[in-house]
């Protein structure tokens, strides 16, 4: 008897620890579905192959050499909100983001004051070349948009590409 106790106890950690790593840890994850939001996720596995598709399949294009600029991927985040309310309210979840992860302005772009670009960089390498956090903004009069990139990004790379 005590055996079985043993082997349920190892197969229900076992269970739990394959659920615990399955589950991806995303940034934006808690937002709930809204009307006036779209969500996007792509997952770590999902940012290798088109990576590894990228470095493969486009090698003379403008984009060679993408897929080694984003080591160590973490997942990408996207979301885009038009409606009044889904707008203010993802605008309220990237200013925690940026307090959260300690994120800093890198570049602000804008177009006669109607279009806003920022991106927000975090989690610095000591010699600076890398960044583990990449939060990309753009709001427009009809649509506030977020691009989230999680994984070792080269800063040489954000401002090539």
Same mark, same amino acid.
């Given at each position: 008897? @005590?055996?079985?106790?043993?082997?349920?106890? #190892? %197969?229900?950690?076992?269970?739990?620890?394959?659920?615990?790593?399955?589950?991806?840890?995303? +940034?934006?994850?808690? $937002? @709930?579905?809204?009307?006036?939001?779209?969500? %996007?996720?792509?997952?770590?596995?999902?940012?290798?192959? &088109? +990576?590894?598709?990228?470095?493969?399949? /486009?090698?003379?294009?403008?984009?060679? &050499?993408?897929?080694?600029? /984003?080591?160590?991927?973490?997942?990408?985040?996207? +979301?885009?909100?038009?409606?009044?309310?889904?707008?203010?309210?993802?605008?309220?979840? %990237?200013?925690?983001?940026? !307090?959260?992860?300690?994120?800093?302005?890198?570049?602000?772009?804008? !177009?006669?004051?109607?279009?806003?670009?920022?991106?927000? $960089? &975090?989690?610095?390498?000591?010699?600076? %070349?890398?960044?583990?956090?990449?939060? /990309?903004?753009?709001?427009?009069? @009809?649509?506030?948009?977020? $691009?989230? $990139?999680?994984?070792?990004?080269?800063?040489? #790379?954000?401002?090539?590409?």
């Amino acid at each position: 008897m @005590k055996h079985i106790r043993i082997l349920i106890a #190892a %197969v229900a950690l076992l269970i739990a620890a394959t659920m615990a790593a399955a589950t991806p840890n995303r +940034l934006f994850g808690h $937002i @709930k579905k809204t009307d006036g939001l779209t969500m %996007v996720y792509i997952s770590p596995a999902a940012m290798k192959l &088109g +990576l590894n598709m990228t470095d493969n399949f /486009i090698a003379d294009s403008k984009y060679a &050499g993408l897929g080694k600029a /984003i080591s160590n991927p973490r997942g990408i985040e996207v +979301l885009s909100a038009v409606s009044p309310s889904a707008k203010a309210m993802l605008r309220s979840e %990237v200013d925690a983001a940026v !307090e959260k992860l300690g994120m800093e302005l890198f570049i602000n772009a804008s !177009e006669n004051g109607t279009e806003d670009v920022d991106i927000y $960089i &975090g989690g610095r390498s000591p010699d600076g %070349v890398t960044v583990s956090n990449l939060l /990309i903004v753009a709001d427009e009069d @009809k649509e506030y948009s977020v $691009i989230y $990139i999680g994984g070792d990004i080269s800063t040489d #790379a954000i401002l090539i590409q």
